[in-house]
């Protein structure tokens, strides 16, 4: 007679709880997808401005306090604050570029880190000063509520969309960018901005909207963050550190790179939080060190 | 050394001599090692033209080791801070291998990254304390004679420590290595050209300002007797880089003033809570569009002579 506790192989791996396990790559594939989106929205913005927009952070809690204030202020949902504030904040990154970033761009690349980093600090401090350090709840969608079981584990509904939705838009911007002339264009204009424009192309415009797409995709992320995180001043900042090593381990050279690296190492975090958890907040600064040593470009990048 | 920088060295020597008078001590102590760790720090992205966003991970890292051979060891002061300053150094050698693998961006990325590894080591290892810091630090007897826990000696002591490490970062930026320092900032592929083993210059320059600015960082733990997470957090790398660009990227003594500014206006604004980094980041902002050389840098083109 078997003891009525012991628990048979199928239930744990190497001794971890099935249910621990697939719970945590759960949340390594929800980290994953912000790693990615908010890769893909750096690299796009680097491929064209040669910047690095230590903005980002700032911009991604932007995009789930626009969302907040829908809600509380003007009563619009979940759904509404998917399509507009992307736009809304957006709209601000083309205010930014114009004003200051055009600024910049014959100057040291430096500059623009610099510029970008004081802009977070503003950003942030601003946010912090009119709604304190503590988290913001924001609804789950109503539709998107609840979960299924799926035999091994249990699944919510809201974390399969993001999931499903961050998937869709990183291939979506690959798709714009590698396959269609709008992206031959963008391609080209990274490569030789002067011989673009004597084709008769707007090259400033495009970088302006280059920038305002890049940051639309960091809004996007923080909408979709808002219910899962809580909306805090301070849910960039850390975050965006990690996806500067995320970004220095992919190398910025490739958009589908960028998407890739992004949802393995919120994979490799997930379950590195199962198997040995002191590690989990530096295995992605470790897993960068050791790129360093042997692929200095980074996995898919190019030294420029 | 040019007659503009003799007079200005004079003054500032001056003036840190005479300023106790008028001034709290303990403030001009703390202005002082945040000086030097902004001179440390002016040397990479100044002359060497390596702008490092992780800088605190050195400050932090010697501060948290001298308060621990300090407090739990019993070290003399002078070996706590030659302990602290050789853990910055050492740290410098392994994270300057891999930074120095990649320029300009990404190397301000990758800074970064390390230092925050650094920051949640420090978060979560025992010795640390965590959120308290190793607190209550004892200062000790300065050669078995002098007693620091006197506001003057300690003053005296800082004192030393920063003109001694400001020297030495004048002679380093004015000795050959220096000048084929600059040479690989302004053209790297030349320096190549010319035979200089860039890696080892950009190596030693890193490693160097490591240990200059764990220099600071050793000093302030034993003046304020505490060693505290706020010295390794991505802001205060943030914060050196401001005290550096708004006294002036590559003068003498921009950053001494850049950090003189930035502390005196943190003293005040303390109880503004959160607007401290608006204003930070708004200084950032016109620095960077309106006013690239820095009050020092403007100072020294006003008066056409190098400061």
Redesign the interface.
Known sequence: MRAPFRTTAMDSIFGVPVQALFGQLLIGLINGSFYALLSLGLAVI?GLLNI?NFTHGAQYMMGAFVAYLLASKAGLGYWWSLALVPLVVGFTGVVIERL?LS??YR?D???G???T??????????F??EYGTSGLPYAMPAELAGGRNLGFMFLPNYRAWVIVASLGVCIGTWFVIEKTKLGSYLRAATENPALVQAFGINVPRMITLTYGFGVALAAFAGVMAAPIYQVSPQMG??LI??V??V??IGGMGSIMGSIVTGFALGLIEGLTKVFYP?AS??VI??I??IV??FK?AGLFGSQK | MPRSQKIALGVMFAFFLAAPLAVYPVFLMKAMCFALFACAFNLLIGFGGLLSFGHAMFLGTAGYATAHAAKVWGFAPEFAILFGTAAAALLGLVTGLLAIRRQGIYFAMITLALAQMIYFYYLQAPFTYGEDGIQAVPRGMLFGVIDLANIWAMYGTVMAVFFAGFLLIYRVIHSPFGQVLKAIRENEQRAISLGYDVTRYKLLAYLLSATLAGLAGATKALVFQLASLTDVHWSMSGEVVLMTLLGGLGTVFGPVVGAFIIITMENYLAQLGAWVTVVQGAIFVICVLTFRRGVVGELGNWLKKPL
């Not at chain 1, 980093?117 to 601003?126: K, M, N, S, V």
């Open positions: 680097f690095i200051m600024k910049l100057l690349h430096l500059y880190l610099l510029l980093f004081g802009l977070a600090l503003i950003i942030q401090g601003l912090r000063n900042a850390d550190i990690v500067f090593a970004v220095v002191e907040n530096t600064f470790i960068m060190a360093l040593m200095p």
